[in-house]
């Protein structure tokens, strides 16, 4: 009993100092990590950490030369975007159908090698990061409360933080297209198809 109040202020620790520090962080219940999403005072957010731990619900396939979301420029390889959404709303979503409060998706891009002898495309290294962010409160006249960012269309390191982004570099396309699914693409990934 001891052992279990002793884990319990620990965790509650880590809650206080991670809302101490202005981010949207929670404690992961398997290992007890925080994984931290942090608004800086001019409205940015650094580039989030612990986000390739979070669900991954899927993967889109782009061709070399098509035009990528990030920099509006044509790709110098074929990629592959990887899908993240933070634990607890992926949760929540596969419930209930609603995206919480607190939503965080990051979409990560992926250089694809040439097909090798055998025809097998593996990933080569990452290219670049985008997330999404429901907050009502910091967000309350964007569309489905979400807000944009994006950490560059280039390898690693990626920038360390973010402006909002406007509503032609991101949100449109949302607005137009996934109206009818709060304005997150849920049903371009199998990983968000809730039961029936």
Known sequence: MKERHTSLFVTALIAVFTLSLGGLGFVSATDGTVEMVKFNEDGSLDLPVGYRQWQHVGSTFLPKGKTNIIDHKPTKTAEMLDIYVKPDAFNVY??????????IIAKEFVALNNPNSGGVVTEDYYTGLSVLVKDSSR??????????????????????????????????????????????????????????
């Open 94 to 103: 596969m419930k209930t159908g609603i995206w919480p409060e607190g939503t």
């Open 139 to 196: 967000f309350p006249a964007e569309a489905g409360h979400l807000g944009y960012f994006q950490y560059g269309h280039q390898k690693e390191p990626y920038k360390t933080n973010s402006p909002l982004q406007g509503r032609d570099k991101c949100s449109f396309c949302h607005e137009e297209d996934a109206s009818d699914q709060q304005y997150i693409f849920a049903s371009h990934h199998i990983g968000l198809t809730r039961p029936k």
